[in-house]
């Protein structure tokens, strides 16, 4: 049944070439559907059309950097002109650096907003133009459950994520009378190269293929939001309803241990 969902259509997911995205394509990869996948690093891609030549799938790639409008237009045009229509996509690359302070580093503040919230609004923009004459379509937006707080040392991550979700929320309001469905997908912690980097200690740390799982049938049911793992999701919960100065105390426990950490690795 779920399986059969995803037979015969064309999905895009941005930020394949590691982590929840190769792996959602990985898992995606049996359905006879046809993939779109996008990131920054060719050989990366290349060695994924590979792995995917057998399955039962067609692929495509491209390279592009989603934080360059012109790029994503471009790209956009040619996946167009490759599939046709494109009934999912998962708009998933996303950044996050590592900080002492959310203020030392504008740049990466930048950076961060230009690929994890303006990397997906330019493919939305595109994909909108199609979407609403069509009345179909579906974008699923990769936030995070990041974006409940302001976590010490990750305030541009946490701000992008943020930004995200409630632009997503937005979208999801307005599009629905045009038959367009908007999810979104907000993991807690998950193994793959963004969190190999992180040295504090990630709660509910949750295997890649298991989050894929989730993300997948997710999807198919055309959930809303797609949120896990559920004890991290009633931790945050709690956390968002917490006074600010409870909070501060708790950040200050935590960023202590992390600045510990972080220096101890330099
Ligand atoms: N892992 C977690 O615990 C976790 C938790 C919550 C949310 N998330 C979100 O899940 C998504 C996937 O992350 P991940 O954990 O799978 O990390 P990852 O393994 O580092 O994957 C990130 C992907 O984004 C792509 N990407 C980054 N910058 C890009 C750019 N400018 N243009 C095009 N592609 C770009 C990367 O490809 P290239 O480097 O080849 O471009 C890579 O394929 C992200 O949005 C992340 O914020 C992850």
């Known amino acids: ?46 060695e994924l059309s590979k792995a995917l030549a057998a399955r039962n799938c067609r692929v495509f790639t491209y390279k592009c950097d989603v934080s360059v409008k012109r ?39 930048e950076q961060t907003f230009g690929i994890n919230f303006f990397g997906a609004v330019y493919f939305i923009a595109e994909l909108l133009k199609d979407y609403v004459p069509a009345k179909k379509g579906m974008i699923a937006g990769v936030s995070s459950l990041a974006e ?50 992180n040295e504090f200690t990630m709660p509910f740390l949750m295997k890649t293929g298991k989050a894929v799982d989730i993300i997948y049938r997710g999807i198919a049911k055309e959930k809303n939001i797609i949120q896990f793992p559920l004890r991290l999701v009633a931790l945050i919960k709690i956390l968002k309803f917490i006074p600010p100065f409870l909070f501060d105390i708790l950040g ?6 992390k600045q510990k950490n972080m220096r101890g690795a330099e």
């Open 71 to 109: 790029e994503v237009e471009a790209v956009y045009t040619q996946m167009k002109r490759d599939a046709g229509f494109i009934d999912i996509a998962v708009l998933n690359a996303g950044v996050s650096f590592r900080m002492l302070s959310s203020g030392d580093n504008v740049t990466m503040g």
């Open 1 to 46: 049944m779920i399986n059969s969902y995803y037979g015969n259509k064309t999905i895009l997911i941005t930020g394949a070439t590691s982590g929840i995205g190769r792996e959602l394509a990985l898992r995606l990869s049996g359905n006879n559907c046809t993939l779109l996948l996008l990131g920054r690093r060719e050989e990366r891609l290349n």
């Open 148 to 197: 409940t707080r302001g976590f010490p040392g990750s305030g541009y991550y946490c701000a992008s994520k943020a930004a995200f979700s409630i632009y997503l929320e937005s979208l999801r309001v307005e599009h629905k009378k045009h038959g367009i469905k908007v999810l979104t997908i907000k993991p807690g912690f998950v193994v793959s190269e963004m969190t190999d980097k």
């Open 252 to 257: 200050n426990i935590k960023e202590f241990e």
